[in-house]
């Protein structure tokens, strides 16, 4: 008998369940397959504009060369233009216009990185996004990043996959829950194809798109990940996109690191409220709205003359400076901090310029390069400072990138796997780890938005970066429900139990018989039909309930909640295990609202047993 009952599937696994984790698997698979060809044709449509703008390759049969994620910007062509200063004087503004246009007259969506408006999507319209977004994001971004505004390209890929998720999902007429899972989908695609970094691209939908971590959505995710990841290896390089090895030299260095997670929180800090500052002051500006983002890219010509490594995503200025060629080696210290630091406040002040403007493009890109100078710029300081004891300059370049996006995006744990798929090294996953949450720390404690929560805030949308546990789920129902109960007997009349609700304020009575056992339950509109059809002398007997809804003090307040809501009713007798018939308490919804409070609490703010913030 044991056996065969152990055999038997678990009661919540139904045929429903079953199609809709096999349907749900099926469609994830082919979003991301969807996925990897969108990017891999962002990226070539990318490149055409590149080559158009700044070399006319295409023109004259430049073949598409992008050997990794790091492929040719702007940067690159740069040094090949004639006369830099008119074309960069008529490409940048020129394709701000032809944003403008597209944001203005055509979809407004596609203004900005695009990750706010996945999390926007999930959160306030239920998984929906146009499908148009899907070709004009692609073609504005290409715009941006190939004209050489400073922006990049994952956040335009992720909002193009999510898209394409919703849009599938919409058309297939799926459920909100579903939809939700398919866009998430798509955005975990579009970064494990952009970085060759599946575990990343899982992690990114779930602390950003999702904020939730069950089975039902954890499978999807992954596999979209996973197929995203294998289709756009048959076309581009697998591996580490970035091979830096390293070797912590000493316990002592992670101190070095915790300053350097410190620092990066601050300065994530700093490019956020540099980035919505440029955007509040682009929005007082009383222009029409499609020219915004050629003045924008206007005033960020002389930055692409004077500097012109910021341009673009700055994918070639980063590869330099991890690779030790961006600065000769015979540049004295001083100045190599100092130049390192200026090409990172810079590049945010050009990217501050493109996002606040209204131009499409990236956030994320920017704060790689941003977090690579800054941990340059640090680990050139602490060799000088400690040469025996510290990692070459380079390494401290790789955690400050991830330091960085953690503190701007607080999306901590995909900050830290992106670092280890990136390079490859495992060893990195240490001073990653701490220099992240450092810095996430620090931007917890002083900045409430993020780079993309301030997007939605500004929409009057609140989003939480929390992944929670259901506080309901983990209360019992004894912790929460009144022991001393209010009964009546069968005998009673209905009008006495109509004056007990006047009195007591309660909306119902368990029903006792002679030995004080659960026989039923009456309720408020037991009681005024009763005197209305039965007159005052009817009995508790004749009216009562008797079909019974109970539930055990062992039970979770979840479960509780749950037959609340099926059956309609506000209370439920809490009734022994052993015999349903003898009632121990009494559960409400006030109970469980106050016990959901006060777990929430302890949940959040609690350190010491017992304890409470002052």
């Given at each position: 008998m044991e056996a065969a009952a152990a055999r038997r599937p678990h009661p919540y696994v139904t045929r429903e369940v079953v199609r809709e984790y096999l349907t749900l698997s099926s469609l994830a698979a082919l979003i991301g397959i969807i996925t990897a060809f969108a990017a891999l044709g962002f990226r070539y449509l990318l490149w055409i504009f590149l080559s158009v703008f700044h070399n006319g390759g295409v023109l004259f049969g430049q073949p598409w060369v992008d050997p990794s994620i790091f492929n040719l910007d702007a940067t690159f062509f740069y040094s090949e233009l004639g006369n830099p200063l008119i074309l960069l004087v008529l490409i940048l503004p020129l394709a701000g216009l032809l944003v403008g246009l597209i944001s203005h007259y055509l979809a407004p969506e596609v203004r900005g990185a695009g990750v706010a408006q996945v999390m926007e999507a999930s959160l306030a319209q239920e998984g929906r996004m146009r499908p148009r977004v899907i070709a004009l994001k692609a073609v504005a971004s290409a715009l941006t990043v190939g004209s050489g505004a400073s922006a990049g390209r994952e956040g335009p890929i992720v909002q193009i996959g999510a898209a394409s998720g919703s849009a599938l999902a919409q058309a297939l007429g799926l459920a909100n829950t579903p939809r939700k899972i398919l866009l998430a989908c798509g955005a975990a695609g579009a970064i494990a194809a952009t970085f060759n970094a599946p575990i990343a691209g899982v992690l990114f939908a779930l602390e950003l798109i999702l904020l939730e971590l069950r089975t039902r959505s954890f499978i999807p995710l992954v596999i979209s990940s996973v197929f995203a990841s294998a289709v756009i290896g048959l076309f581009l390089p697998r591996g580490p996109q970035l091979p830096v090895t390293y070797s912590l030299g000493s316990p002592l260095e992670l101190g070095?690191?915790?300053?350097?997670?410190?620092?990066?929180?601050?300065?994530?800090?700093?490019?956020?409220?540099?980035?919505?500052?440029?955007?509040?002051?682009?929005?007082?500006?009383?222009?029409?709205?499609?020219?915004?983002?050629?003045?924008?890219?206007?005033?960020?010509?002389?930055?692409?003359?004077?500097?012109?490594?910021?341009?673009?995503?700055?994918?070639?200025?980063?590869?330099?400076?991890?690779?030790?060629?961006?600065?000769?080696?015979?540049?004295?210290?001083?100045?190599?901090?100092?130049?390192?630091?200026?090409?990172?406040?810079?590049?945010?002040?050009?990217?501050?310029?493109?996002?606040?403007?209204?131009?499409?493009?990236?956030?994320?890109?920017?704060?790689?390069?941003?977090?690579?100078?800054?941990?340059?710029?640090?680990?050139?300081?602490?060799?000088?400072?400690?040469?025996?004891?510290?990692?070459?300059?380079?390494?401290?370049?790789?955690?400050?990138?991830?330091?960085?996006?953690?503190?701007?995006?607080?999306?901590?744990?995909?900050?830290?796997?992106?670092?280890?798929?990136?390079?490859?090294?495992?060893?990195?996953?240490?001073?990653?780890?701490?220099?992240?949450?450092?810095?996430?720390?620090?931007?917890?404690?002083?900045?409430?938005?993020?780079?993309?929560?301030?997007?939605?805030?500004?929409?009057?949308?609140?989003?939480?970066?929390?992944?929670?546990?259901?506080?309901?789920?983990?209360?019992?129902?004894?912790?929460?429900?009144?022991?001393?109960?209010?009964?009546?007997?069968?005998?009673?009349?209905?009008?006495?139990?109509?004056?007990?609700?006047?009195?007591?304020?309660?909306?119902?009575?368990?029903?006792?018989?002679?030995?004080?056992?659960?026989?039923?339950?009456?309720?408020?509109?037991?009681?005024?039909?009763?005197?209305?059809?039965?007159?005052?002398?009817?009995?508790?007997?004749?009216?009562?309930?008797?079909?019974?809804?109970?539930?055990?003090?062992?039970?979770?307040?979840?479960?509780?909640?749950?037959?609340?809501?099926?059956?309609?009713?506000?209370?439920?007798?809490?009734?022994?295990?052993?015999?349903?018939?003898?009632?121990?308490?009494?559960?409400?919804?006030?109970?469980?609202?106050?016990?959901?409070?006060?777990?929430?609490?302890?949940?959040?703010?609690?350190?010491?047993?017992?304890?409470?913030?002052?």
């Open positions: 070095f690191f915790i300053l350097l997670g410190l620092a990066a929180g601050l300065f994530a800090i700093f490019w956020i409220r540099v980035r919505f500052a440029l955007g509040d002051a682009f929005d007082r500006i009383r222009l029409p709205p499609y020219l915004i983002p050629a003045l924008g890219a206007g005033i960020l010509v002389p930055l692409a003359i004077f500097v012109p490594q910021i341009m673009g995503a700055g994918y070639q200025t980063l590869l330099a400076t991890v690779n030790g060629s961006l600065l000769p080696a015979s540049t004295p210290l001083g100045l190599a901090i100092a130049l390192l630091l200026g090409l990172g406040f810079v590049k945010m002040v050009a990217t501050g310029l493109t996002l606040g403007s209204g131009g499409s493009g990236g956030g994320f890109a920017p704060s790689l390069f941003m977090g690579a100078m800054l941990g340059a710029a640090m680990g050139l300081a602490f060799n000088a400072l400690a040469p025996d004891m510290t990692s070459p300059f380079a390494a401290y370049a790789i955690v400050g990138m991830g330091a960085l996006l953690a503190g701007v995006t607080r999306a901590t744990l995909t900050s830290i796997v992106i670092v280890f798929e990136l390079t490859g090294d495992f060893q990195f996953i240490l001073p990653v780890m701490l220099a992240a949450v450092v810095a996430d720390g620090v931007s917890i404690l002083l900045q409430r938005d993020t780079l993309y929560t301030g997007v939605l805030r500004r929409k009057g949308i609140l989003f939480e970066h929390d992944i929670e546990l259901n506080v309901l789920r983990t209360v019992q129902v004894r912790d929460a429900m009144v022991a001393t109960v209010d009964t009546v007997h069968e005998e009673t009349l209905v009008q006495e139990v109509g004056r007990r609700m006047i009195t007591t304020g309660h909306q119902g009575f368990p029903v006792v018989d002679e030995v004080g056992l659960l026989v039923g339950i009456i309720t408020h509109e037991d009681v005024r039909r009763a005197l209305a059809e039965f007159g005052p002398d009817a009995t508790v007997r004749e009216v009562e309930t008797q079909r019974l809804i109970v539930v055990n003090p062992s039970e979770s307040l979840e479960v509780a909640m749950e037959r609340m809501a099926i059956a309609g009713i506000g209370h439920l007798p809490v009734v022994r295990v052993e015999d349903p018939r003898e009632i121990v308490g009494i559960l409400s919804r006030g109970d469980i609202l106050r016990a959901y409070r006060r777990k929430a609490l302890e949940e959040r703010h609690e350190v010491f047993r017992g304890r409470r913030p002052g």
